[in-house]
């Protein structure tokens, strides 16, 4: 199956990936950008693909948000292949069109963390651009400045009175596209003494 589902309508323009799911264990050699894709109309969007094999799915990341009140197209070609070798029997085509403009602010729907890593959840795509894209970096989720404050502490405590502030200076911040997640590794300040403890996140809204 796929998601969104074929036919479906009012799907977010700010969906973090498009899902194929298959019912075989596929060759992620196969599922290149070429072989599944999005497309309008003749036109094939811009993204890349990503297989995981533990779902038995390839999800299309768009390279930008999708377009508002649009119809698309997943597409699926016979050049997928199982790991047996066999190719699907047919080539794949669902469409689904999205709705109107999405204007709200993205939230955090999770944070989870140990005394090495944080992993933050959103309920959107984000932009995770790199250093080396200078008009993006600044507002990146990849960019430590725009995390204002991560501390620690027991239940219930003053964010600005109490708590450990975690040190992200030396920290390594990687993004997962088809989650919309922010893992933030090498983090410091934080031992197995902190277990159960309370966890606490600023970000730059701007």
């Known amino acids: ?18 899902s194929v799911s298959f019912s075989k264990d596929m060759n992620a050699s196969t599922l290149t950008a070429s072989m ?48 047996s070798g066999t190719a699907i029997a047919s080539a794949v085509a669902k469409t689904f069109t999205t709705g109107g403009t999405d204007a709200s602010s993205p939230t955090i729907t999770s944070m989870d963390a140990d005394e090495y890593s944080v992993a933050i959840t959103f309920s959107k795509r984000m932009n995770a651009a790199s250093a080396s894209d200078s008009l993006n970096w600044p507002t990146s989720v990849l960019n430590p400045a725009v995390y204002d404050l991560i501390e620690f502490g027991t239940s219930g405590f003053a964010t600005t009175s109490a708590g450990t502030a975690v040190t992200l200076t030396t920290a390594n911040f990687t993004y997962d596209s088809i989650t919309s997640s922010v893992t933030i590794k090498g983090v410091s300040g934080m031992t197995t003494a902190n277990a159960g403890q309370e966890l606490y996140l600023s970000m730059d809204s701007s």
């Open 1 to 18: 199956g796929t998601y969104p589902t074929n036919g479906a309508t009012g799907a977010m323009t700010a969906l973090s990936g498009v």
């Open 36 to 83: 599944v894709y999005l497309s309008i109309g003749s036109t094939v969007v811009n993204g890349t693909v990503e297989y995981k094999a533990t779902d038995k799915t390839a999800y299309i990341i768009p390279q930008n948000a999708l377009s508002p009140n649009t119809t698309y197209t997943i597409n699926v070609t016979t050049g997928a292949q199982a790991l």
